[in-house]
């Protein structure tokens, strides 16, 4: 997306919040920072601030939340019926991002499975870079991009709900359990969250889900790329499972489970 000349608010001005506006600064739009805290309770940054308001979207095309700001608060609401443009600090930054995303959502265990996707991926001397909601927020990743290299990206529901273009050519879905309700509100609508990860795949692309999770493996109906499985307990069709301390890549077993220290 173009955003020169573009004003853009930012909320939330913590890490993400500061590192998605100074982006976008670069990237030429007219950036204004906002929080719900006072200037000077925030860290240092150098774009114009104004408290969280109403007023705060007066004259805003665009309004980037920061995954610390739930999107249901009245006033982005109101913002999106007046034709505001109101999207996550992921989604703003992946307009940006150069080579393909590889994304990992999941109640538990997301963060350990994206530290050890990026080294697997580099011990195979295949370039990468790791961040999202473990290290660098994607908007810090940018400008180290490369159409050759792999994002793998931790992403968490806050980050997935405000989510509208961002396409993730390999997304696990490792698990969803009851979580992060006083967010979301409903399971539904944390499931529906994590869901966005599938939204914008492609048929070449791939979905990865375990078997043994019922929330994960019901979003096998919404996928549109290709549905691939995981299971600890046993074989499934088109995956991966564990059985006799081995592990098992459609039926031929490719090394044993003792051989990874977790």
């Keep these: 997306m173009d955003v020169r000349g573009r004003r853009i608010t930012v909320f939330g001005m913590a890490d993400s919040g500061i590192a998605i506006a100074d982006l976008?600064?670069?990237?030429?739009?007219?950036?204004?920072?906002?929080?719900?805290?006072?200037r000077e309770a925030l860290p240092a940054f150098d774009h114009p601030f104004i408290p969280q308001s109403p007023a705060a979207l007066e004259h805003c095309d665009i309004a980037v939340l920061s995954p610390g700001v739930p999107p249901d608060q009245p006033i982005f609401e109101q913002a999106a019926?007046?034709?505001v443009l109101v999207v996550g600090d992921v989604e703003a930054a992946s307009w940006f991002l150069q080579g393909p995303v590889l994304g990992i959502t999941g109640t538990n265990g997301k963060t350990t499975?994206?530290?050890?996707?990026?080294?697997?991926?580099?011990?195979?001397g295949i370039p990468c870079q790791v961040g999202g909601n473990i290290g660098r927020p994607v908007a810090a990743m940018v400008e180290t991009s490369r159409p050759d290299q792999w994002n793998v990206l931790e992403l968490s529901s806050f980050q997935l709900e405000t989510s509208r273009t961002l396409r993730?050519?390999?997304a696990a879905v490792l698990n969803i359990t009851?979580?992060?309700?006083?967010r979301h509100h409903?399971?539904?609508?944390?499931?529906?969250?994590?869901a966005r990860i599938l939204a914008c795949q492609q048929p070449e692309d791939f979905a990865v889900l375990n078997a043994e999770n019922a929330a994960s493996a019901a979003l096998a109906s919404q996928a549109?790329?290709?549905?691939?499985?995981?299971?600890?307990?046993g074989p499934c069709a088109r995956g991966?499972?564990?059985?006799?301390?081995?592990?098992?890549?459609?039926?031929?077993?490719?090394?044993?489970?003792?051989?990874?220290?977790?």
């Excluded at 499975?113 to 195979?124: K, M, S």
């Excluded at 790329?225 to 995981?230: D, L, M, N, P, Y």
């Excluded at 564990?242 to 044993?256: C, W």
Aim: aromatic share 8%.
């Design 24 to 38: 976008l600064h670069r990237r030429g739009a007219l950036v204004t920072a906002s929080d719900v805290k006072p």
């Design 81 to 83: 019926v007046r034709g």
């Design 113 to 124: 499975t994206t530290a050890l996707a990026g080294h697997l991926l580099r011990e195979a």
């Design 168 to 170: 993730v050519r390999i």
């Design 178 to 182: 009851q979580n992060h309700l006083d």
């Design 186 to 194: 409903t399971f539904e609508r944390y499931a529906a969250a994590k």
């Design 224 to 233: 549109r790329g290709q549905v691939r499985w995981f299971s600890a307990g």
């Design 240 to 262: 991966f499972w564990m059985q006799g301390g081995q592990l098992i890549a459609d039926g031929t077993p490719f090394m044993a489970a003792a051989e990874i220290p977790l």
